[in-house]
């Protein structure tokens, strides 16, 4: 994941990272962007995206930036204030609910989160 430079023209994360469409911006490296979802679902809803375009946690074969994805999961839910908990959350294909498919992290925060998920 770190940057290897694979993007896909068609895919919106992309183009939020080449800056061709907009987004709310909350921290970027060189490696990741993490904006705020544009449906929030909580108070704080950030996606965590690596730059590299991967399609799913089930193509990602690079455990060291794996694990730095999820630091900065944690890092901007502190970040948020988030004292309280939150979720972390990885849909992956279909029935996982994945809708855009190039990998992220949201991050869910700010209220009662409710358990089992749909
Ligand atoms: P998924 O369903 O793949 O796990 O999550 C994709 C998320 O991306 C959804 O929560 C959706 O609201 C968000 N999303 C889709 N398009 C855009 C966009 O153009 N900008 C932002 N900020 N979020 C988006
Ligand atoms: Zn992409």
New binding site residues.
Partial sequence: MSPRGTSDSSC??CK?IKRE?P??IIEETPEMIA?????A?APT?A?IIPKDHIASIAEADDALELGKLFQKACDIARQERLVDGYRI???TGDD??????HL?I?VLGGRRLHWPPG
């Fill in positions: 919106i994360f939020i469409i987004a709310s904006i705020r979802d544009i449906n679902q809803h996606l959350v990885i849909n996982g609910g994945q809708t855009v498919h992220h949201h």
